[in-house]
């Protein structure tokens, strides 16, 4: 499955990634792969931004049996597109007000680990989230 943001494609028109495209895929599959466990069932990326695609798309690689009992909870429109349009449990913070895992990018982080986030507009919503979850994963390509 090849989701795409709509602004950016996630592949090139010859199907192969740039070694860029590559890298984002490769931080939101081993973000997913390490921290989203069979266990967790409220779940939360900050769904906004260029790795979105492919965390979707590896979410929607474990598989029907994994992820029917999941719900995801979005932090903007973005996101809200394509958890539906991946078939995902759709969710709101109000009805989760813990949730179990939250990945999240950061723009730069630093060798003490500070992030730099950009200023976009789901920022508010995604510190909110992150606030909720038990584990926040923050990923840097």
Known sequence: MSVSTGAVPVATI??????IEQSKRSAAYTAVD???LPEHKSLI?????????????RIVAQGRELNKDRVFIPTGFQSKELIVMSNLNLGD??????????????????????CIKGGGACHLREKVLAEAAKTCVHNHI
């Open 45 to 57: 990326h900050r769904f906004s931004g260029f790795t979105v695609p492919y965390v979707v798309e």
């Open 34 to 36: 390490k921290h989203i």
């Open 93 to 114: 913070v109000d009805q989760f007000p813990t949730i179990d895992v939250t990945i999240d990018g950061a723009d730069e982080v630093d060798l003490d680990l500070n």
């Open 14 to 19: 010859t199907g192969k990634l740039s070694a």
